[in-house]
């Protein structure tokens, strides 16, 4: 889950990072409320969860509160990478002396999280790490130990920042430690941080990716979602606790089992077809569990045919079958459905929903095989206009 600029500066601040004064305003005249509040040069950004807000014109400096008005009314019926923009932040403008990069993310092949630094932060950065990736550097932290003075100084230094700047940079690089670490957030980024004419360092810009799967224990978070960027059907998924991606095939899936999952896709593509989604319903999902995710993939026009994949561990094969075919009744789809049971009651399971009209089958590859042809048929019988 992303977080937008302003509700990520809200979190660096709680931990001590200082960021500029300002506030969020859904309206140009709010915006200017609060420029006039602030008084001075104020800088209107923007708050849509792409990056490259800056060179897309959603980011602009205004002299009076005039202007922060009108150049409002502009960003907020402007649309960024395709995103409307709903919000902008009004924050103190600042006079930047340099912009630097600081960023901690996961390093999965170190299996250890790390923090990243540059000199020449901003808006080029993609182009730095092109480019000339030595100027980025890359220091790893263990999660137990966190991070030590010696380190931040080791950034600082590996970063040519002048001696002054050490320690209020510490404390920065800390504290988005904290961020990092206490939020279960797989990027805390603040690009640019920015040294200040007048000598301060301030985070002018936040980034910040929270882990899905960490999100239960982080309420506050979870209300922070903003739903404008996800598909629709995966907003309805996420309601009932389905973890689902849409894709851009045509053979909708539902399995249960991450693993499980991926192997269907894979078997699926292994013989011509091309997965309509990623669903999977977990373990132990009742008929209610069954509908949503019927109803999920069928709102989807390009799904012509359904593969079922359900391996009955501690869950009941045939409980699973019961399911199917309560939220068959609901549903009601047009498509063919091939399923595949295997496991504690499997043939019980296979035997109601043979009943019920739906081709079964005992193995993934007979079933993929299956789904792959009824498919074809059936994208034949209703070719797209
Ligand atoms: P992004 O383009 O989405 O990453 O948005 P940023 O918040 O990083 O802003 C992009 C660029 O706008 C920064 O790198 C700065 O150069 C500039 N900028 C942002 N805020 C201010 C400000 O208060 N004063 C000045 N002078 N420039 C700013
Ligand atoms: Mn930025």
Known sequence: MKLHEYQSKQIFSRYGIPIPKGRVAATANEARHIAEELGGRVVIKSQVLVGGRGKAGGIKVAKDPAEAEQFATQILSM???????????????????????????????AKKPVIMASAAGGVEIEEVARTNPEKIIKLHIDPLLGIKDYQTRDVAA??????????????????????????????????????????????????????????????????????DEDAPSEVEARKYGLTFIKLDGNIGCMVNGAGLAMASMDILKFFGGDPANFLDIGGGAGADKVAAAMRIILADPSVKAILF???????????????????????????????????TNAEQGRQLLSNANMLTAETLFNAAQQAVEVMKGNANEHPRQ
């Open 79 to 109: 649309e960024i990478k395709g995103l409307p923009v709903r919000k902008v932040l009004v924050d103190e403008a600042a006079a930047i002396e340099q912009e630097i990069y600081l960023g901690i993310t996961n390093d999965r092949a």
């Open 158 to 227: 590996g970063i040519d920042l002048p001696r002054e700047y050490w320690k209020p940079f510490g404390e920065i690089l800390k504290g988005l430690w904290q961020v990092y670490n206490d939020n279960d957030a797989t990027l805390a980024e603040i690009n640019p941080l920015v040294i200040g004419k007048d000598k301060r360092l301030i985070a002018l810009d936040g980034k910040m990716l929270i882990d899905d799967n960490a999100l239960f224990r982080h309420p506050e978070l979870s209300e922070m979602r903003d739903t």
């Open 309 to 343: 994949n359900i391996f009955g561990g501690i869950t009941r094969c045939d409980e699973v079958a019961r399911g199917i075919i309560s939220a068959l009744a609901e549903v009601k789809p047009q498509v063919p459905m091939v399923v595949r049971l295997v496991g």
